[in-house]
């Protein structure tokens, strides 16, 4: 790995400030993208800014009909959390299934849904609820917040604090894993709840995205079988060593319904 | 049956070592004043070589040196060698292109090496081989197996159609014949695919140079360290052998893939004497994926000719084997030598034909890895069985019986002489454990759940024991493949086991001391078992095809009878009897039909203190060495069934039954053989559910070159195993053993494929059968 | 740059001045020769290098030494007793041959030990996903599963 400098703000101020007008830095979290990166060569980042000692951006805290985690929030401590569980079991079933155990033990959320990697989980819900990204500057509602292929809508300097997910009626997540990674070949994340009807697909194009189709036929009928007989079009899917873009198309309907099952 | 003797369920003697982070790895060896390597690799399949610029990396900070091959080839090293010479048919020698240990003029795959760069520090070596400039002209790959002949490139000008051999086995005019009066002739295409070994220790390497003896000690994750001594000194460098000594410890997994000579600690040895100090090179995962040498890559159609009873008439077999971009120590002797003399399988089969093309690519070199042909001969065979019972809408277990060999010794069409075994009870037995009687009914169980189940058998057979040198030596091997041991007895009667074999896993220093302590009486802890290092070991061949305990262990058994022999003669003096009175038993020396007795701690004892010995006619000492070599191979064999189901909305396979009975002949420890059953049928399941090497056709980039884009088996891809076996003892070796290491790996790809394209209910699915080709293989079926 | 780290490691106290990009792993196989802990693909995917931070498995080939800085680290070297009585997970492992070439096993081994306590009465389908970051190339996992579950039990 590259040579660094390693920063330790004690302010989400002093972080915004290190990373601000410096190009090469990069805001540490838990790392487990982000080093894995930089030790394959595909990350040439000169700074990291190691967000670990700021307070209060660690924790789940029940705020009405929200969850609200924090960004600090390791993925074990998520699948874990008792009124996650109670609440949205579909996320806890989520955060469980990422990476694998050591990598639960120190991801976390807000170093995915920063990194955006186009086939992890976490986007999955984020969209797949309609939740909102907090940051020091602003809040985010999940449909403006991805917008490409690990990219974002946070500027340079901006900081996720936590994420704030609105309890659903119902909500299911079912993950076709690639065999080798691990990451989503696809996972749908589909809700019911306040805002209607969600799905939400990672792993499947460049970026996590909403299916329209499989929206609109839940949203009529609210059943496995309905999900199921959706067609979708394999355009603009990702077509890979690992799979086609025809193959995804055509499990992201059989997982939707199938997440339409687990969600009860 | 001693608690602790043969047959019994030892735990092992290495654990410890192994639990609590004391084993000690190649890695973990760090010497004084120790530099590190790096390789610069070619990111290129194919370039010509027009300049190395390595001025700027020298000065850099922490470089040691930086050598090119210019740098090799100037001091007159040539490069390393392949250890089997294969004829083409017409009689010609396979070509043999130079595989120079850091490339000269041009680089022939994704990670050949072109430069090293010594340094103080690791992260100083990489980063100024990152700075090293090579100045390279792209060429046109050869990436394809199937076409590499009809390529326009060529890898080697001394191949301009990338052929290394074609090479003919079997009565090819027989089986055309067989075939022209057969009442039925089954046919299948198929291809074995590549393989990356993945032992979880990279291979590494620690080479040292001593002025004052102007000798070399080479720490390397090895399998063989005598045979690298012997090919490193011999062929390559020209180091006398007793000026070299070669320590392979703590090994971390090999299967085959750490036999072989490679040129990174070839380089570091030559390198070690000119920087004076020692190196070390650990691979990274990704250098492992390109560099160690790949397993498998055959594209082969198959003919089965038969009677109208299921009977076979006659197979032809016509392979194109990929051997990479260079011919690696043993990778001749794989697609042919260890793979069409397996053909007949456990049939009765009396025409056989295999006819193999060897071709180079611009692709990582192939060799053995676990199971080495046999796996390929395996998949062949079982495959078209599989397909003809189909074809003949005869049962799968059925037309098997009805062509298996039972009568014992049988000479195959192929040129193997199986010595024993008994086909039908390992069959038998693995239907009862399958519960074979059971599946229409559970298939129609699943049907109701909306799962596709299927069920497949695979009946193998390997030769292993590798191998009498006399028949190695006539089919073209350049070594002999004996195995030598040392019994060293101290005179506390404890006793110190030297053997050629090597342990990268496979517990022999629980093994053999289990051999050792049965024969001679006393307690395994008072056996300690050495390998690995050429300056302790007299010599030793190492442990590849299963030989090590028929071939390694008979060497030690037999070195344990001359033990005996002469304690006999100790106990007959001390004892005022003839040495034919002398019994042994149980640890002690006994007269017959007396019980005037003297134990073996009593008899050791005497021999290092001889006051009353008999000097005139014995040597003092107890020490004994033996050298063995086969006079046959031995042939394991049983039977595998795979039972999956198939869920035909995603095309996912999921392993719901996997038996295995295999016929290992005698068993020392029913654990540790139990252990390697497990681990081979993870390696062949993995092989046909989630590995494959994939190279972009164009640019010869292997695109799988990390564990995020090669699926390793992990524990819940993977079912529990039922296994068992049924013993007919080998009838050439003293222990009676056959081997049990690569069984697991030969066996069961043709199983599980047979079971998925059961289920699905088509001919054929290419290997690894991931979820979209067996979705894939729906639709179309539908 | 370089910067000071202090933890505890196997119960000492240990502080040095390292690179700032040093990794967890390199600072306990190279700075403290600690080389129970091993390397097997340095993409945090193969689990061998698993060691215990503040009680949590962790892949410490993916974690820079200077994240660990304050925390207590157990490596399989402080798994044993002092008189070398294994662990009862260690001594599960040897009891049913969970091991074969030993390479992956310090963070085989590492990992089940954080499973105690948190899946009772597992099944082995529930061992074999708790298993999802660990490699082993040698033993078919079959009793490694059976060790891992012995060894919780005990």
Not at chain 1, 17 to 23: A, I, V, Y
Not at chain 1, 235 to 252: F, G, Q
Not at chain 2, 134 to 154: I, R
Not at chain 3, 23 to 34: A, G, K, N, T, Y
Request: aromatic letters at 6%.
């Amino acid at each position: 790995m590259q040579a660094i400098q390693l920063h330790q703000p004690a302010s989400l101020a002093d972080a915004a400030k290190l990373r601000s007008g410096n190009d090469d830095a990069r805001f540490l979290a838990g790392g487990q993208s982000l080093l894995a990166a930089m030790k394959l060569g595909l990350n040439s980042a000169t700074d990291l800014i190691n967000l670990a000692a700021l307070p209060d951006l660690a924790g789940i805290k029940v705020d009405g009909n929200r969850i609200v985690i924090g960004a600090m929030t390791r993925h074990a401590d998520v699948a874990a959390n008792a009124d996650v569980k109670r609440l949205i079991p579909a996320l806890a079933v989520l955060a469980g299934s990422i990476g694998d155990r050591q990598v639960r033990n120190v991801g976390t959320l807000g170093g995915s849904i920063a990194n955006a990697d186009p086939a992890s989980d976490y986007p999955a819900a984020v969209v797949g609820l309609g939740a909102t990204v907090r940051t020091n500057q602003r809040e985010i509602a999940a449909d403006a917040f991805f917008t490409g292929l690990y990219e974002t809508a946070l500027q340079n300097g901006e900081i996720i604090t936590a994420v704030s997910f609105p309890v659903p009626e119902k909500a299911g997540y079912v993950k076709f894993k690639a065999p080798a990674s691990r990451f989503a070949l696809v996972g749908v994340f589909v809700s019911k709840g306040t805002g209607g009807v969600r799905v939400a697909v990672t792993g499947a194009a460049g970026s996590v995205f909403r299916a329209a189709g499989v929206e609109a036929a839940l949203a009529g009928n609210w059943s496995a079988a309905a999900a199921k007989a959706v067609k979708l079009s394999a355009d603009n899917l990702n077509s890979d060593l690992h799979a086609t873009a025809e193959y995804r198309a055509h499990l992201i309907p059989v997982l939707a319904s199938r997440a339409v099952t687990a969600a009860g | 049956m001693k608690a602790d003797g043969i047959g019994a369920r030892v735990t092992r003697k290495e654990d410890h070592r192994f639990l609590t982070g004391n084993g000690q790895y190649t890695d973990d060896i760090s010497l004084p004043r120790q530099t590190y390597a790096a390789f610069v690799r070619s990111p290129h399949a194919h370039a010509k070589i027009n300049g190395v610029d390595s001025a700027s990396a020298a000065a850099m900070p922490g470089v040691v040196a930086i050598f090119t091959g210019k740098d090799i080839a100037a001091s007159g090293i040539g490069g390393l060698p392949c250890g089997w010479l294969i004829h083409s048919k017409d009689g010609t020698p396979m070509k043999e292109p130079p595989h120079h240990i850091l490339a000269v003029d041009k680089a022939r795959y994704v990670g050949d090496q072109v430069a090293v760069v010594i340094a103080e520090t690791l992260e100083q070596a990489r980063a100024a081989a990152e700075a090293v400039s090579v100045d390279y002209d792209v060429l046109p790959a050869v990436v394809d197996t199937a076409t590499a002949s009809k390529a326009k490139a060529s890898v080697h000008d001394a191949a301009a159609d990338n052929v290394c051999y074609v090479w003919g086995h079997g009565d090819a005019a027989a089986v055309d014949k067989a075939i022209a009066s057969a009442h039925h002739v089954s046919s299948l295409d198929i291809v074995n695919n590549r393989l990356a070994p993945n032992a979880i220790e990279p291979r590494a390497a620690n080479a040292a140079y001593d002025k004052s003896s102007d000798s070399y000690t080479l720490y390397v994750s090895n399998q063989n360290p005598h045979v690298e001594r012997l090919l490193m000194c011999a062929f390559v460098l020209g180091i006398p052998e007793h000026k070299m000594r070669v320590i392979a410890p703590d090994v971390g997994g090999g299967f085959g893939s750490k036999i072989f000579l490679y040129a990174e600690e070839t380089v570091l040895v030559w390198a070690s004497k000119r920087v004076g100090r020692p190196i070390k090179w650990t691979a990274d995962r990704m250098e492992a994926f390109l560099s160690d040498a790949h397993g498998r890559d055959h594209v082969t159609n198959v003919q089965l000719a038969m009677d109208a009873n299921g009977k076979f008439t006659g197979m032809k077999v016509t392979t194109t084997a990929n051997v990479g971009a260079y011919l690696s120590t043993f990778a001749s002797s794989v697609p042919t030598i260890l793979y069409a003399t397996l053909l007949a399988g456990q049939y009765t089969t009396p025409a056989i034909y295999a006819e193999v093309t060897a071709v180079f690519t611009n692709t990582s070199p192939v060799d053995a890895y676990r199971g080495a042909g046999r796996p390929e001969a395996t998949y062949v065979v079982e495959r078209i069985v599989e397909t003809a019972a189909r074809d003949m809408k005869l049962d799968p277990a059925e037309i098997r019986r009805r062509n298996f060999i039972t009568t014992f010794p049988y000479a195959t069409p192929v040129g193997l002489t199986y010595d024993i075994g008994d086909y039908p009870a390992c069959l038998d037995k693995a239907l009862k454990l399958a519960d074979y009687a059971g599946f229409p009914a559970r298939q129609a169980e699943a049907k109701t759940r909306g799962k596709l189940r299927g069920i497949g058998l695979s009946s193998y057979i390997e030769a292993c024991g590798l191998a009498p040198s006399n028949v190695a030596g006539a089919l073209g091997a350049r070594a002999g493949l004996f195995e030598a041991g040392e019994v060293r007895v101290h005179p506390t009667g404890k006793v110190t086991v030297f053997t050629g074999s090597h342990s990268h896993g496979q517990g022999h220093e629980t093994t053999f001391a289990q051999v050792v302590a049965d024969k001679l009486g006393i307690p395994i802890d008072d056996v300690d078992i050495q390998h690995g290092d050429t300056g302790k070991v007299l010599f030793g061949m190492g442990t590849y095809g299963s030989r090590s305990l028929a071939v390694g262990g008979s060497a030690i058994f037999k070195a344990v009878d001359k033990v005996i022999a002469k304690g006999k003669k100790i106990a007959a003096h001390l004892l005022e009897a003839a040495d034919t009175d002398i019994e042994f038993k149980d640890g002690v020396f006994k007269v017959a039909g007396t019980d005037k007795n003297v134990p073996f701690a009593n008899v050791a004892l005497t021999a290092y203190v001889p006051h009353n010995y008999p000097l005139d006619k014995l040597e003092p000492g107890l020490n004994e060495n033996a050298f063995y070599d086969p006079t046959n191979f031995t042939y394991p064999a049983g039977t595998h069934i795979c039972e999956v189901e198939v869920d035909p909305d995603t095309g996912k396979t999921q392993i719901v039954n996997f038996t295995a009975v295999d016929d290992f002949g005698n068993i020392i420890n029913p654990m540790i053989v139990e252990g390697q059953v497990h681990g081979g049928l993870a390696q062949g399941i993995g092989q046909a559910l989630l590995e494959g090497c994939v190279y972009d056709s164009e640019s010869g980039q292997l695109l799988t070159a990390t564990y995020m884009d090669y699926a390793m088996p992990r524990a819940d891809d993977l079912p529990n195993f039922q296994v068992a076996t049924h013993v007919t003892p080998c009838t050439h070796n003293p222990l009676g053993v056959k081997g049990c290491g690569e069984a697991g790996a030969i066996g069961s790809p043709a199983a599980l494929m047979n079971a998925i394209t059961h289920a699905v209910g088509v001919k054929d699915i290419a290997m690894p059968a991931t979820s979209e080709r067996v979705w894939r293989a729906l639709q179309g079926r539908a | 740059m370089t910067v000071n780290v202090t933890m505890k490691v196997n119960g000492q106290s240990v502080t040095a001045a390292i690179a700032a990009s040093t990794l967890l792993v390199d600072f306990i196989r190279e700075h403290l020769r600690l080389t129970g802990t091993h390397v097997g693909c340095n993409t945090a995917q193969c689990g061998a290098c698993t060691v215990h931070v503040n009680g949590r498995a962790v892949k410490s080939c993916n974690l820079l030494a200077a994240q660990a800085n304050g925390a207590e680290v157990t490596t399989i070297e402080g798994l044993a007793a002092a008189d070398g009585t294994m662990h009862p997970m260690q001594a599960a492992f040897k009891e049913h041959h969970g091991l074969q070439c030993g390479f992956c096993t310090p963070g085989m081994v590492m990992s089940a030990c954080e499973l105690k306590g948190k899946l009772p009465n597992a099944t082995d389908e529930q061992i074999r996903e708790a298993l999802d970051g660990n490699m082993c190339r040698c033993t078919g996992y079959q009793n490694i599963v059976k060790a891992v579950k012995a060894g919780l039990a005990a």
